[in-house]
């Protein structure tokens, strides 16, 4: 079964700064990535998403990810964030034809110092 | 406007009484899921649904169920809640399985 590690329980990041949210996932295969973004009291909303092609992927609000094979990595960057960022974040792995549905990791609190 | 409706917004429940978590979704999206939750322990899978008429079991399905009688519905159950099935619970959805899932906005249960 496919799992998902995010080291980062909380980051802090200064408005203006550039930011990586890290995540490594354990699967077989080249498997499905996605990250997410969850308000306070929200939903999640997709940002981006990896099925397969060029490795560098580009998604809403300015951020984008890099798949990385070799070291099982799927991270998510900015080069600026801005204080509306603050959220968590989830990264998510999906099984190419599996039905396991999709695993998220545990998330990454984001918190924007002024 | 489009998306995925959930019903209640939040619910106290005394232990042991059954209820029903409700999801509506009006993308005409084959596949909907369950998922819950909890505080350092991100999102987890209950249930999930790849088209109308089918179920399968996701990471956490003991003591919960759910139907897919048509597309647009997939209602959670908790025949008999308990305490640890306190939790913030999202329905989603997607066009097939494992494409970009769209979230509703999520049902807080607290069961006492």
């Known amino acids: 079964a496919q799992s998902v590690t995010q080291p980062d329980i909380h980051i802090t990041v200064s408005e203006g700064a550039s930011l990586e949210l890290r995540c490594n996932y354990s699967?077989?295969?080249?498997?499905?990535l996605f990250w997410y973004v969850q308000s306070p009291g929200q939903g999640l909303q997709l940002l981006l998403k990896?099925?397969?092609?060029?490795?560098l992927v580009q998604g809403i609000k300015g951020f984008e990810a890099e798949f990385k094979r070799s070291q099982s990595s799927f991270n998510l960057r900015k080069p600026s964030v801005h204080w509306s960022d603050a959220a968590e974040y989830f990264c998510a792995v999906g099984a190419r034809g599996g039905a396991d549905g999709l695993t998220f990791g545990k998330g990454t609190h984001l918190i924007i110092q002024p | 406007i489009a998306g995925i409706t959930q019903a209640p917004t939040s619910q106290i429940l005394a232990a042991g009484r059954r209820m029903t978590l409700r999801c509506t979704q009006d993308m005409r999206h084959n596949a909907m899921y369950w998922y819950r939750q909890d505080l350092g322990l991100g999102l987890r899978l209950i249930h999930y649904s790849n088209t109308a008429g089918t179920t399968g079991k996701g990471e956490v399905p003991d003591g919960y169920s759910v139907s897919r009688a048509n597309t647009d519905d997939f209602p959670l159950t908790l025949a008999s809640a308990v305490p640890s099935q306190t939790s913030v619970y999202f329905c989603?959805?997607?066009?097939?399985?494992?494409?970009?899932?769209?979230f509703g906005p999520g049902t807080r249960l607290t069961v006492l």
């Open positions: 990896y099925f397969s092609g060029d490795t």
């Open positions: 989603a959805s997607s066009d097939r399985f494992l494409d970009e899932q769209f």
């Open positions: 699967y077989g295969a080249t498997p499905y």
